[in-house]
């Protein structure tokens, strides 16, 4: 080999060796960036959130953390995309979770790419409790403005007990949104198969 070729080598050797320096120094200081998360903040929360750790939750609440900012690109590492903390905590049915966010001013009428609002999610469930509490806190029985709105939720499901209880609540079974066939009436809906409702929720809606 040439010496002009020798240095050229050792040259290319040295730049290469302290490029990786450089690469291992900075992830050291600010984390390796193919690993690191692209929404700290929102990761941490629902990292919290699907542990059901409420005083882990209102830590990083009260730190600063926003409940109502989620991301809507597959990047999060700890949590599902377009995918609300609010959200997450209903349906995974911790009642400690849900108040810890409620408290730090978690929007009870927010949707995401998974729920129309955190109360169809919990009339999916079929969970009362929750249902009753995000009403106490401001969810909206009739707001349609993400979807076709609770009531419908809990129809289309078959869940008759969160059926009657949004009915009790002023749940408005007149409420028009769109199916796969038309935009027309949760009885229609009902009537012609749109849904796949259990005996009872037609005649609880009906009555």
């Known amino acids: 080999m040439n010496p002009v070729a020798k240095v050229f080598l050792i040259v290319v050797s040295v730049v290469l060796g302290l490029a990786g320096i450089c ?20 990761d941490a929360l629902m990292a919290a959130v699907d542990k059901h750790d409420a005083k882990q939750v209102r830590q990083l609440l009260a730190q600063g953390t ?10 999060s590492i700890q949590a599902e995309a ?3 903390v609010l959200n997450c905590a209903v349906d995974e049915g911790n009642e400690a979770v849900v108040k810890a966010l ?7 009428n927010q949707g ?44 289309m499901d078959g869940k008759t007990e969160a ?11 007149q409420t028009k949104a769109w199916t ?6 949760l009885l229609d809906a009902l009537r012609d198969g749109s849904g796949t409702p259990e005996m009872g929720v037609h005649s609880a809606i009906a009555k």
Do not use: C
Not at 102 to 108: G, I, K
Not at 163 to 173: R, S, T
């Open 180 to 185: 796969y066939k038309k935009d027309h009436q």
């Open 23 to 42: 690469f291992i120094g900075l992830s050291a200081l600010f984390g390796n960036p193919v690993t690191r998360p692209r929404y700290p903040a929102y």
């Open 82 to 84: 377009d995918y609300s």
């Open 102 to 108: 409620l408290d730090y001013h978690a929007d009870p």
């Open 163 to 173: 059926v009657a209880f949004l009915l009790a609540q002023g749940a408005n079974p």
């Open 112 to 155: 995401d790419g998974w729920h129309e609002s955190p109360l169809a999610a919990a009339a999916a469930k079929n969970n009362l409790p929750m249902m009753r509490l995000l009403i106490q806190r401001g969810a909206r029985v009739n707001d349609t403005s993400n979807g076709s709105g609770a009531l419908w939720r809990a129809a």
């Open 66 to 75: 926003d409940p109502n900012k989620f991301p809507d690109d597959p990047d």
